[in-house]
């Protein structure tokens, strides 16, 4: 603290300076102590950092040449003005002169670019020796979300997926596109596979029976120029269109028959020789024959039976059709024989004389109609009884 003295009987005091307010700064390593106003009674003193670029490392490389952060002891280093060096592996420092004079560090961080096929692949990270930025190693694929491991494959539809591993090592996907054959033959038609299944092609499906160059739809009944061979379109059991061929065998016919006698049969494939026969019709039998075919046996009156002729009672009479014809279906031949039989029936009433003098009444069935029908389909008619001859 300065203060004035003087000396008794001195006209004036003499004035000195015992203290300066400034003190002296501490300087840290690398800085040096001047004087900044050199001849004056009180100096001034200031820390003058030294002309190069004093950096605080924050990194160290290990043994295996591998970054390490500094966690309590820092490394200071001094760099010239243009100097440059690392802190690391990924900062690139240099050491640069301001305006003023003084020397300042500038430092750039490496980015390591992030590889933009990540979201579509899977890839592992590895760190390398001396290096800032790691080695990204594609380990397996990925399609839509779903990770491919090398070796497997993913399959939808007509896309296949496989992972597979280079001869250079390189992980990658081989896509395989299946494309679909739609062109169907004659007859088919290309039917799509179902939705909810993972199969690619679909297939042809025949519509229709194959005739000649055209195709037959389902349900077409058709004969040939000649009428004597029937073809159906129809599905067999497993839903497939078949054609069923029915030929029609005729019987032996005489090529010396005379020409008025010559006949052919309802459908026109057949021809015969003589009088034409009739189709199967109801005809009245002759009265005399039905004496006697009406018998009954009453407790009161003995046994009965009609003594009269009836009239109009009906017989069936005619010819029908009777073929063998091969059918695909079963895979042999199949014969079909028919006959003239009743198809329809009514009630009339016959009255017999008895034995003892008593005459009873009773109802009988008379054919109304006639059809040619199975020789063998007897179910539903009831038998008539003829008297022995």
């Not at 009609?306 to 063998?324: D, I, L, P, R």
Request: with cysteine; proline share 8%; glycine share 6%.
């Amino acid at each position: 603290m300065p203060f004035l003295w003087w000396k008794s009987g001195t006209p004036c005091p003499v004035y000195g300076c015992t203290g300066c307010p400034h003190r002296k700064p501490i300087c840290s390593t690398h800085e040096k102590l001047i004087q900044v106003n050199p001849g004056e009674r009180c100096p001034q003193y200031a820390c003058k950092p030294p002309s190069e670029c004093i950096y605080e490392h924050k990194y160290w490389l290990d043994e295996d040449k591998f970054e390490r952060s500094f966690e309590n002891d820092t490394k200071k280093e001094l760099y010239p003005i243009g100097g440059k060096w690392l802190d690391g592996l990924c900062r690139s420092c240099k050491c640069l002169e301001d305006s003023d004079g003084f020397p300042h560090y500038q430092c750039v961080q490496t980015e390591c670019s992030r590889n933009t096929h990540f979201d579509n692949d899977q890839y592992e990270e590895k760190r390398v020796p001396n290096e800032c930025c790691p080695v990204i190693k594609k380990i397996a694929c990925k399609d839509n979300g779903v990770i491919i491991k090398v070796g497997d494959n993913k399959t939808e539809r007509c896309r296949s997926v496989e992972c597979v591993k280079t001869e250079e090592g390189k992980v990658k996907e081989r896509v395989t596109i299946q494309h679909c054959n739609e062109s169907c033959p004659e007859g088919y038609h290309y039917q799509p596979p179902p939705q909810n299944t993972n199969q690619c092609c679909g297939q042809c499906k025949q519509v229709g029976c194959p005739w000649k160059n055209e195709t037959i739809p389902v349900g077409k009944i058709w004969s040939s120029d000649d009428n004597c061979t029937t073809y159906k379109c129809i599905k067999n059991s497993n839903d497939v269109p078949t054609l069923v061929v029915d030929h029609k065998e005729c019987p032996h016919f005489n090529p010396e028959c005379p020409a008025e006698d010559i006949y052919q049969d309802d459908s026109g494939c057949c021809s015969y020789c003589g009088q034409k026969q009739r189709v199967c019709v109801p005809e009245e039998m002759p009265p005399q024959d039905t004496v006697g075919i009406f018998k009954k046996f009453n407790p009161e009156s003995g046994k009965c039976k009609n003594n009269f002729a009836v009239e109009k009672f009906m017989q069936c009479y005619g010819q029908c059709n009777s073929s063998t014809s091969y059918q695909g279906e079963e895979a042999m031949h199949v014969s079909t024989c028919k006959c003239c039989k009743p198809s329809a029936f009514i009630k009339i009433s016959v009255e017999l004389q008895c034995e003892f003098g008593k005459n009873i009444t009773y109802k009988y069935d008379n054919i109304k109609e006639c059809e040619c029908q199975l020789c063998d389909n007897s179910a539903g008619l009831k038998p008539i009884e003829f008297p022995p001859k």
